[in-house]
């Protein structure tokens, strides 16, 4: 069983979004294995490096997706982003200061973060599309009449 398993009750759009999870899952995933089979720092920053990197760069192209859906809790939720963001960055300055054992917790972070995040909030991306769909098909009937 992985560290960190992905799961159908984390699919957001069946889209870019569960991709970027998807691929933040298996990096976590990797940091993990690397820091378990005690590979050095130079593999270990470079795989922080990626998912601090990668982590940001999906967090901003949700808040994109987010902000064309016209979500109305987008303000909050980039606060959410932000503030993990710069959690991400403090624990991986404290990794290139020689704190070696910050990179398993930093995959712990990653995991607990991520599993939460997604199911609780970023889920609320995919009520609010669903509702709207919800909407509009009811307009349509009551169109057909
Ligand atoms: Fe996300
Ligand atoms: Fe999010």
């Known amino acids: 069983m992985a560290y960190f398993e992905w799961a159908d009750d984390m699919v957001i759009d069946n889209g870019p979004i569960d991709e970027d999870h998807r691929k933040l899952v298996d990096l976590v995933n990797e940091l993990h294995t690397a820091t378990r089979e005690g590979k050095?720092?130079?593999?270990?920053?470079?795989?922080?490096?990626?998912?601090?990197?990668?982590?940001?760069?999906h967090l901003?192209?949700?808040?994109?997706?987010?902000?064309?859906?016209?979500?109305?809790?987008?303000?909050?939720?980039?606060?959410?982003?932000?503030?993990?963001?710069?959690?991400?960055?403090?624990?991986?300055?404290?990794?290139?200061?020689?704190?070696?054992?910050?990179a398993a917790q930093l995959s712990m972070v990653l995991r607990d973060w991520?599993?939460?995040?997604?199911?609780?909030?970023?889920?609320?991306?995919?009520?609010?599309v669903e509702k709207q769909e919800r909407e509009k098909r009811r307009a349509q009937l009551a169109l057909k009449g």
């Open 40 to 57: 050095g720092r130079l593999i270990i920053g470079r795989l922080m490096e990626r998912l601090v990197a990668d982590t940001d760069e």
């Open 114 to 128: 991520l599993s939460i995040h997604i199911r609780r909030n970023d889920k609320e991306l995919r009520c609010f």
């Open 60 to 102: 901003r192209r949700e808040e994109q997706i987010m902000a064309l859906a016209g979500f109305p809790s987008l303000e909050g939720h980039r606060k959410g982003h932000d503030a993990f963001v710069n959690d991400l960055r403090d624990l991986q300055k404290k990794m290139q200061e020689g704190q070696v054992t910050v």
